[in-house]
């Protein structure tokens, strides 16, 4: 009886203190590299176009990353479009969908313009602004630092007196680039011979 | 052999042998120069045919001058210019109408005089045809020029000053980039500048604008270099770049550069030598690193016509504005080179060069490789115009349709940057904006080699520039949504911090008052609280008094007495008149008849509660009687009962008067409210009130009575 104990003893006390050390060691681990929040939201935060205009029906960009984490749809951003609906369906190995109508459909890029002679100071579209890009004091005139405006919308409907306008953004030569060109038409044989002549003669002086 | 000698023969043989050595180095240190002067080739590169002889017949010429100059206020690789004219305002030919707004930006001038007579955008060649802000100038033929500041002897100043010359006379590259050459000339990269190169490549096709700059203004451009190696402080070497297409130009310079230490160095054709990476790899070996700039290894490049631009800015005083430019096309009758004032409308070129209208293919602005056609050919010649080439449609036929990639690899072959083409243009289709940049995509240097070698005619190049401008904005995009979020999280913050702050200051409030009355009770004895006591238990009293003077059952009965006399009287009023009134208004006055009895009732009631009280409080004998005496003793009661009195009289009165008088008097008072109510009803429509609609139906069921009344007054005038 007691050899047969002897015999399992030396195992399982190895076997056993094993368990505990590493067990040990996970449970430093886990408090001593712990990340704080989910790596995931941050990333897909990251993707949202942080104009926090809400009309996703979240309060801003950061809760409607969580809400994507926590498996709501990828369709529900306008301002970011198709563009940021692939990127997502890219990060979270998804099939892209099409913009959700729903929530609004993809527009020109936009900036809010206070039309300052009608501003009467009630401050009412700073307290809306989620960005901060209104400045003004009560009872003096506002207006919209235009380079941190994000075109969300949410001023113009606070303001009393329908002062503020949402302007596309203008092109500007600094902001242009070309686009991609379009695919060249299909040629057929015969077509081909016309163009065949300029295209040997480039490619001998090459 | 003694040792003596030993030594000797030893020192002897050393003597020798360092000898030897130094005349080593002397022939190493020679070769290495020789090696380093001996051209490099670089990967890739195409021969497309020169075209060069069209416009090289002719020396530099001139057209007369444009009666309107669009001036744009960017020109230059960064910022727009601040304008510093107004409308309507006279400027002389060289007075800055435009500063330079921060570090990388570039000023602008009047290239002649005459009178500002627009600061709008103007037409502008670009591939995008958007217009810049620009001064449109009115000249007046008179070319006065403003005041200059020449400069006899430049090494008399310091090499900052000579910066700030540069950068006043508004010098940018004149290869085709313009960066601005002040910003180049001071490098923040913390390397050693060892080598100046000045380019004089020109290696893309038609263009020979530098070609007949170095032959005809060789000594300016050396004076020029000149100053640039003293801006920098005298590199080591100080090398010339021609291609070996331009024999006259290697000439010159080599002439010009005789008696200096400057190096003409010469080597054979191919494009794209003249790219500043592509040169800086021929003449010194070096590779200019990933995203980097020539300074990070130690080398400053600058074009010929820069060269002589700093040279005129410096020891005349000259600001930036002409430039020689490459007028060719087949189109054209007359093809060279002119020196023409910038903002010079490009139409106004080709009227003086014949220009066949009905031949002409497009107006391509630059060269056919790097070039792009303009749209407008108003918009005017500005720093970076290097060439107007005007082709037919033989000359340069329009490009077939693109085909599909057969990665057959030609581009890969040609790129000078040594990258993969064919991959390139797969992610820029597919715009996978991480490929291309792990592909390198920014080291392309946009020389169109790709595009011309491609069996397929795919237009590589358009696709590149797209996916870089594609990257970039995206870039700004991010740091955008970054700042955006940045801005966000802060107000968040903030506002919660509002938030708590507040909470704390509610809660620290309480706790203050919840204290206070702690202490409050703690402290009784304490004389304070004693004297709030005493006052506390005052105004106890003075409340108690009021309430009992209220509640005195005297008055109550007062009250109930004379609340079940007028009801009685009322009671007695519409009895009356149920009897006078005809059929149809019975009911209406039966109903009102049986409310008053049931508050006469109640009245009744509540005497009989009030008599009660007022026995069992008087605890004796007393009665309504003496609580009238009582209530008579004060004053306010005898007023009391004068009014009491009045209204008896009245009542008395209007209950002798006859029916008809009465009538007449109640009509009277009605037309009065009718006039009263009429008015409101006006006021609040012209207010916009809201009660509009319920002041409208008051005055209508008013007059309705009125009519009412006025009907019975005329039934009795009928019966009487």
Redesign the interface.
């Given at each position: 009886m007691l050899e047969w104990f002897t015999a399992i003893s030396t195992p399982v006390l190895v076997m056993g203190g094993m368990a505990l050390a590493f067990g040990a060691l996970l449970g430093f681990a886990a408090v001593r590299f712990r990340v704080e929040g989910d790596p995931l939201v941050e990333k897909v935060?990251a993707l949202?176009?942080?104009?926090?205009c809400g009309q996703c029906g979240y309060p801003?960009?950061?809760p409607y990353a969580e809400a994507i984490v926590n498996g709501d749809t990828i369709n529900k951003c306008p301002p970011g479009g198709q563009a940021t609906i692939n990127e997502l369906a890219n990060l979270l190995d998804m099939e892209p969908v099409p913009l959700d109508a729903e929530h609004g459909v993809e527009d020109v890029r936009k900036v809010a313009f206070i039309r300052e002679a009608e501003c009467i100071g009630c401050t009412k579209c700073i307290q809306a602004c989620?960005?901060?890009?209104i400045v003004g004091a009560a009872k003096y005139m506002h207006t919209v630092i235009a380079d941190?405006c994000?075109g969300c919308d949410l001023c113009v409907e606070p303001c009393p007196v329908d002062c503020i306008d949402m302007i596309p953004l203008e092109?500007?030569?600094q902001?242009?680039?070309?686009?991609?060109?379009a695919?060249?038409?299909?040629?057929i044989a015969s077509d081909r011979q016309q163009?065949g002549s300029?295209?040997s003669d480039?490619?001998d002086?090459? | 052999m003694s040792p003596e000698q030993e030594i000797t023969r030893r020192e002897q043989r050393g003597d020798a042998e360092s000898e030897r050595r130094a005349s080593r180095e002397v022939q190493l240190i020679a070769r290495e120069h020789q090696r380093a002067l001996k051209p490099n080739d670089f990967h890739g590169g195409?021969?497309?045919?020169e075209n060069k002889h069209q416009s090289t017949g002719e020396p530099i010429g001139s057209i007369p001058l444009a009666e309107t100059l669009f001036v744009p206020l960017?020109q230059h690789v960064g910022a727009s210019a601040l304008p510093l004219v107004k409308l309507g305002e006279r400027v002389l030919k060289g007075q800055m109408i435009g500063e330079a707004d921060g570090l990388i930006s570039c000023a602008v001038h009047a290239p002649s005089s005459g009178t500002v007579v627009a600061l709008e955008p103007v037409p502008?060649p670009?591939?995008?045809g958007?217009p810049?802000d620009g001064v449109v100038i009115r000249t007046d033929g008179e070319e006065q020029w403003c005041e200059l500041r020449p400069c006899e002897d430049f090494r008399k100043l310091a090499p900052l000053e000579l910066l700030d010359k540069i950068r006043d006379c508004g010098i940018a590259g004149l290869g085709g980039a313009g960066f601005p050459a002040a910003v180049k000339l001071a490098p923040h990269t913390g390397t050693e500048i060892d080598t100046l190169i000045i380019n004089g490549t020109e290696c893309e096709p038609y263009i020979t604008a530098d070609d007949m700059t170095m032959r005809e203004r060789a000594a300016e451009i050396i004076a020029g270099v000149e100053i640039l190696a003293y801006i920098l402080d005298e590199p080591q070497r100080v090398l010339i770049g021609i291609e070996d297409n331009k024999p006259e130009a290697i000439a010159a310079m080599r002439k010009a550069a005789e008696g200096t230490r400057f190096d003409v160095v010469v080597y054979p054709t191919k494009y794209p030598s003249g790219g500043e990476k592509q040169l800086i790899q021929i003449l010194t070996g070096r590779e200019v690193p990933n995203r980097g700039l020539p300074a990070n290894v130690g080398i400053i490049c600058h074009n010929t016509g820069t060269a002589r631009a700093i040279y005129r800015a410096v020891r005349f005083g000259e600001p930036l504005i002409s430039r020689v430019t490459t007028v060719v096309g087949e189109a054209l009758e007359r093809q060279r080179n002119i020196e023409v004032p910038i903002g010079t409308p490009i139409s106004h070129i080709l009227k003086h060069h014949g220009v066949h209208r009905g031949r002409m293919q497009r107006i391509i602005h630059g060269g056919p490789m790097m070039g792009f056609t303009l749209e407008d050919d108003s918009a005017p010649v500005i720093k970076t115009t290097t060439c107007i080439l005007v082709p037919t449609d033989a000359e340069l036929?329009p490009p077939?349709?693109?085909?599909p990639c057969i990665r057959c690899g030609?581009c890969a072959e040609?790129c000078p940057a040594s990258l993969l083409p064919q991959q390139l243009y797969w992610y820029?289709?597919a715009e996978d904006r991480e490929k291309l940049q792990a592909y390198n995509l920014f080291d392309c240097i946009e020389c169109g080699a790709c595009s011309?070698?491609c069996?397929s005619?795919?237009?590589l190049v358009?696709?590149y520039?797209?996916?870089?401008?594609?990257i970039?904005?995206a870039e700004?995009?991010k740091e955008?949504?970054?700042?955006?979020?940045e801005?966000?999280e802060?107000?968040?913050l903030r506002i919660e911090k509002a938030e708590k702050e507040k909470e704390e200051k509610r809660r620290a409030r309480r706790e203050a008052a919840e204290q206070a009355r702690q202490q409050r009770q703690e402290n009784t004895d304490a004389p304070e609280a004693k004297a709030a006591q005493q006052e506390a238990d005052v105004v106890a009293a003075a409340l108690a008094r009021v309430k009992a003077k209220q509640a005195s059952p005297e008055q109550q009965l007062a009250r109930a007495q004379r609340s079940l006399t007028s009801a009685e009287q009322r009671v007695e009023r519409l009895q009356k008149k149920l009897n006078e009134a005809p059929e149809d208004q019975r009911g209406q006055l039966a109903a009102q008849l049986k409310a008053a009895q049931i508050k006469a009732a109640e009245a009744r009631q509540k005497l009989a509660e009030a008599e009660a009280s007022a026995g069992d409080s008087a605890a004796g004998p007393s009665t309504v009687k003496a609580a009238a005496d009582s209530s008579d003793s004060s004053p306010s009661a005898d007023k009391a009962q004068d009014a009491i009195e009045r209204a008896k009289a009245a009542a008395a009165a209007r209950a002798s008067m006859s029916d008809e008088e009465r009538l007449a008097a109640e009509l009277e008072a009605l037309k009065a409210r009718v006039t009263k109510a009429e008015a409101r009803l006006e006021k609040a429509r012209a207010e916009n009130d809201a009660n509009v609609d319920a002041f409208a139906t008051a005055l209508e069921k008013m007059q309705n009575k009125l009519e009412q009344k006025m009907r019975e007054q005329n039934n009795r005038g009928g019966e009487s």
């Open positions: 935060d949202l176009p942080q104009t926090q801003g960009c950061r989620p960005v901060d890009a941190e994000t092109a500007s030569l902001d242009w680039h070309p686009q991609i060109p695919d060249g038409v299909r040629l163009h300029s295209a480039k490619r002086a090459a | 195409v021969h497309p045919p960017v502008m670009h591939p995008s958007l810049v036929p077939p349709p693109a085909q030609f040609a820029a289709r011309y070698v069996p005619s795919i237009p358009q696709y520039r797209a996916a870089k401008g594609d970039r904005s700004e995009e955008k949504s970054a700042r955006a979020r801005r966000f802060f107000r968040k």
